[in-house]
Nanobody, 123 residues
């Protein structure tokens, strides 16, 4: 099994910064993409940013220029640096990993989610 553990959420004033971390562990064979999603109350979960194993990144328009995603391949960890936070960034942030898990004898597609971390931005 593969586990994703997020940390770094909390309460911050508008204009402030937070850094989220997500560490993947378990029977990981290869991670192709790691990403951050968020879900605000009453809304659908949406992509915030993702990063590929090669380092290519993609951001939602609403966070471009304010958020930065990065990774440490050796630690199977992805980070989300969030600057200039706005009240509309308030949501539960989830980490996701896509790739291949298992062993050399038996592999399966990996699509794992973390438990979520709450980010609250006050005005």
């Amino acid at each position: 099994q593969v586990q994703l553990v997020e940390s770094g959420g909390g309460l911050v004033q508008a204009g402030g910064s937070l850094r989220l971390s997500c560490a993947a562990s378990g029977s990981i064979f290869r991670i192709n993409v790691m990403g951050w999603y968020r879900q605000a109350p009453g809304k659908q979960r949406e992509l915030v940013a993702h990063i590929t194993s090669g380092g290519s990144t993609n951001y939602a328009d609403s966070v471009k220029g304010r958020f930065t995603i990065s990774k440490d391949n050796a630690k199977n960890t992805v980070y989300l640096q969030m600057n200039s936070l706005k009240p509309e960034d308030t949501a539960v942030y989830y980490c996701n990993a896509l790739g291949v898990a298992g062993t050399t004898l038996q592999k399966y597609a990996l699509n794992a989610w973390g438990q979520g971390t709450l980010v609250t931005v006050s005005s």
